[in-house]
């Protein structure tokens, strides 16, 4: 049953609060990976811990992604959000005082659970905001541009924070941003409508362990080989949760994955290549850091400004794209920026200690081609291969594979750098490239809904 909400009574104050806290949870995905050789350094960790530093708050974000959009229809998203922005905030803080790697993982993993609350219901906490229609498109507009902003800032700000005031203040920086999108949105936004709808537990946890253990898996074997114990065992786990996650996801009355949005044949396609194209930019960017630090002897702050040419393009690319896409050349964009990935990819992966800067560059920039013309044409193929019924679930599932692949992206390539980071850089984004080879072939097959033909009455 539906209930009535009060009219929002400062709707545009209220959206400014909703930004603020979608560009910090966006934000703190990139900031910490030009932090982790410092965080390294400063608790004694080695690469597969920092790559938990990272991953524990993507695993969280991705794995809660779906629970968090139903909680959100059934008490309302205005509070979700802000229960998901206080504990986003009081985590950061416990990151930014944590005393070892493991309370500092702990924290991120909570810092994770707080952004996966936030991000499903501040889409729904837009819509309400702007019930007219073209207000709601500048509105989705302006969210693109500050996740962009987030983007491109995250390696810049975080570069000179380390540098300047210590890693732990990429942490402390978001108290003063979440109390004042807390107050933003508090004051000036009525609650969401709700409705009864079931929340499925089982599948909630199947899902976690499986992510979890298929992360533990990857790490592992890139640091000790896939005949290890750990990573044949985690890989059992993670077959065995999957297995049990279809059977219940089957029987469920309101399944987490609904079944035939699933078997949907090119959904799963759509979504195969938005997984690509988070391992492949969000592994990058985590061993590009250490590469930039590590083998060239870069700061922080100087590792954030090398990977300027990604985030610069990235930013300002996907209005290009959008041109495209809006002419109705989904396929065509999405199968360019796979092909840009997969080049940029190889022209990185040729990298070496001294080699001259510009060439990274070019590969950065075809990185940032790649993120800019995927990520508009991934989000407008998914809403036109979804079944028209579950278009909103879609997104949501899209948005979940997409954090997956952040969180494989960085235990599998992360896990091949080992204790020789040029050897396992060249490795690692040798994989990607071929990957994201792969995934133009898949783009190509994606093809637009098909139209009914009218009738016009002729026998």
């Not at 390696?155 to 108290?175: C, E, K, S, Y």
């Not at 999108?181 to 199947?206: I, K, Y």
């Not at 044409?377 to 899209?398: D, K, N």
């Not at 980071?421 to 898949?442: E, N």
Request: hydrophobic share 55%.
């Amino acid at each position: 049953m539906t209930r009535a909400v009060a009219v929002t009574p400062r709707p545009a104050v209220a959206y400014a609060g909703v930004l603020l806290g979608v560009f910090v949870i966006v934000l703190d995905t990139t900031i910490v990976n030009v932090a982790a050789p410092r965080i390294q350094e400063d608790l004694h960790a080695g690469v597969d811990t920092a790559q938990w530093v990272v991953n524990g708050y993507n695993l969280a974000f991705a794995a809660l992604l779906l629970s968090a959009g139903a909680m959100a229809d059934r008490v309302g998203g205005r509070k979700v959000f802000l229960g998901g922005l206080a504990l986003f905030a009081l985590a950061s803080l416990a990151c930014g005082l944590s005393p070892s790697t493991a309370a500092l993982i702990a924290a991120r993993v909570a810092q994770g659970v707080g952004a996966a609350c936030m991000l499903p219901t501040a889409l729904s906490l837009a819509a309400k905001l702007h019930p007219e229609p073209r207000a709601r498109a500048r509105a989705f507009g302006r969210w693109a541009a500050i996740a962009g902003a987030a983007t491109v800032l995250g390696p810049l700000a975080g570069g000179l924070l380390v540098d300047t005031l210590g890693w732990r203040a990429i942490f402390l920086l978001n108290l003063p941003v979440a109390a004042l999108a807390g107050f933003l949105l508090a004051r000036n936004a009525g609650e969401t409508e709700t409705r009864q709808r079931s929340f499925d537990v089982g599948g909630q946890v199947l899902g976690i362990v499986a992510l979890a253990a298929v992360a533990i898996a990857l790490t592992e074997a890139g640091k000790h080989g896939w005949g290890s114990g750990a990573a044949i065992t985690a890989l059992v786990v993670a077959a065995l949760a999957a297995l049990a996650l279809v059977f219940v996801e089957r029987r469920a009355r309101a399944p987490m994955l609904p079944p035939s949005l699933v078997r949907h044949p090119p959904f799963r396609r759509v979504s195969a290549v938005g997984f690509v194209l988070s391992v492949g930019i969000y592994g990058q960017m985590f061993v590009l850091s250490l590469y930039f630090q590590h083998a060239r002897g870069y700061s922080a702050w100087a590792t954030g400004l090398a990977l300027l040419p990604f985030a610069a393009v990235s930013m300002v690319g996907p209005v290009l794209a959008g041109r495209f896409i809006a002419r109705g050349a989904v396929r065509g964009t999405l199968v360019a920026g796979q092909l840009a990935g997969a080049a940029g990819s190889l022209l990185l992966a040729m990298l070496g200690a001294h080699t001259g800067y510009w060439f990274a560059a070019i590969g950065l920039v075809l990185l940032g081609v790649c993120q800019s013309a995927s990520q508009p044409a991934v989000a407008a193929a998914t809403l036109q291969q979804a079944p028209a019924e579950h278009t909103g679930i879609a997104s949501g599932v899209m948005t979940a594979a997409r954090q997956v692949g952040s969180v494989c992206g960085v235990a599998l390539l992360g896990g091949l750098l080992g204790g020789d980071v040029l050897s396992g850089l060249h490795v690692a984004l040798l994989i990607v490239a071929a990957l994201f080879a792969l995934a133009a072939g898949l783009s190509w097959t994606v093809r637009p809904p098909e139209v009914p033909a009218q009738e016009n009455g002729s026998p």
